[in-house]
C-alpha cells in the first residue's frame, strides 16, 4: 500500500510540475513575441502616449535615454524607434496602415522579429531614404510590386498633413493580420518629414535576457526617468495578452490543486484501510498502556513519513 501510495505522489508531483513548465514556457514565449514586435519588454514613451497615441507625443534625448537603459543590469537591446499611422497611396489605390521607422544597422531579429517575415527582397539600407518594407496582403491591395513607388502621408508634430515617396523594397509574409496594415520606414526619412530632432522618438523599446526580470529593470527606470518621460511594461502596452495569460496561470493553479486534492485523497485511503485491518494491535497497544493521544500520534507520524 505505501509503495501504491508513493507512485501517485510521484505521478501526482510530475502531473503538477510538467503543466508548470509547460505553462512558464509557453508564456514566456508569448511574452518575448509580443516584445519583439514591437513595444519591448518595457517602453519608455511620452506620459501620454499610452493612453492617446500621437505623433505629437514624443520623447526627446531618446540617444541620452538609449545609454542610460543599456547600463541597466539584465538589459539584452534598447532601440529607438517612431511609431503611427500613415494613409498609402499608390495608384488610384489607398490603405491605411500602421507604421514603425526602425534603424536597420541596428535592429535585428533578437528585436523585431518580423525582420524574419521578409520573404522577398530585403530590408532598406541606413542610407537609402525612399526605402519602405510592406506587409504582402498591403502591398496586394495597393497593386504593388518591388521597386514601384507609394506615397505615404501622415500628420506632423505641429499638425500639419505632410507626404513621403518610397519604393517597396521587401515583403513581410506572417500570415497574421499584419501582412494587411503593417510598414516598415527608415528613421532618418520618417524623422524629415515629421520635422523631429535628431534624437527624438516615440518610443525607446527595452528588451531583457529574461522576463521574468522586467518589474525590476522598469523600477530601476522609473526611478531615474527624467521628466516627461514614462516607463510602461509590457503586460501595460498589451494588456489582452496580460489577461489571458492570468486566466491560464489561474487555470493552471485549479488543476495543481485538483491534483494535490487526489493525491491527499489517495494517502487518506492508503492510511484509512491500515487503520481499519490493524485494529487489533491497536487494542494491545492500547491494552498495554498506549493512550488513543499516542496512537493518534502514530498514524499521524506514518502519514508525515508517507
Not at 3 to 25: E, N, Q, W
Not at 202 to 220: K, S
Not at 280 to 291: K, L, Q, T, V, W
Request: hydrophobic residues 45%; proline residues 3%.
Amino acid at each position: 500500500r505505501t509503495l501504491i501510495t508513493l507512485c501517485g505522489i510521484v505521478f501526482g508531483t510530475f502531473l503538477a510540475v510538467l503543466f508548470t513548465g509547460m505553462g512558464d514556457s509557453m508564456w514566456g514565449k508569448m511574452i518575448d513575441l509580443t516584445a519583439r514586435m514591437g513595444g519591448g519588454h518595457i517602453t519608455i514613451q511620452h506620459p501620454e502616449y499610452l493612453e492617446t497615441p500621437s505623433l505629437k507625443r514624443t520623447v526627446k534625448g531618446a540617444a541620452a535615454l538609449q545609454a542610460q537603459a543599456l547600463k541597466q543590469p539584465g538589459v539584452q537591446a534598447v532601440m529607438v524607434r517612431v511609431t503611427g499611422n500613415t494613409l498609402l497611396a499608390a495608384g488610384g489605390n489607398s490603405s491605411g496602415a500602421f507604421f514603425m521607422a526602425i534603424d536597420p544597422n541596428k535592429e535585428t531579429p533578437q528585436t523585431l522579429s518580423l525582420l524574419e517575415s521578409i520573404k522577398e527582397g530585403e530590408l532598406f539600407k541606413a542610407d537609402d531614404k525612399q526605402g519602405v518594407v510592406m506587409g504582402q496582403k498591403l502591398v496586394e491591395n495597393l497593386g504593388l510590386k518591388l521597386g514601384r513607388k507609394v506615397v505615404y502621408t501622415v500628420t506632423d508634430k505641429r499638425g500639419e498633413i505632410v507626404s513621403g515617396l518610397a519604393r517597396l523594397r521587401g515583403i513581410i509574409k506572417t500570415g497574421s493580420g499584419l501582412d494587411a496594415g503593417l510598414v516598415l520606414l527608415p528613421m532618418a526619412a520618417v524623422r524629415e518629414a515629421l520635422g523631429y530632432e535628431a534624437d527624438e522618438a516615440t518610443q525607446i523599446a527595452v528588451f531583457v535576457h529574461d522576463q521574468r526580470d522586467v518589474l525590476e529593470v522598469a523600477g530601476r527606470l522609473r526611478a531615474e526617468a527624467r521628466p516627461g518621460t514614462a516607463v510602461a511594461t509590457w503586460d501595460q502596452v498589451s494588456p489582452e495578452l496580460a489577461s489571458f495569460i492570468h486566466m491560464k496561470v489561474a487555470g493552471n493553479w485549479v488543476m495543481e490543486i485538483i491534483i494535490g486534492i487526489l493525491v491527499a485523497a489517495g494517502i487518506f485511503n492508503t492510511l484509512f484501510v491500515s487503520v481499519m485491518e490493524r485494529q487489533r494491535e491497536f487494542g494491545i497497544m492500547m491494552a498495554i498502556g498506549y493512550s488513543p493521544w499516542q496512537l493518534f500520534r502514530l498514524v499521524m507520524a506514518e502519514s508525515a513519513w508517507v
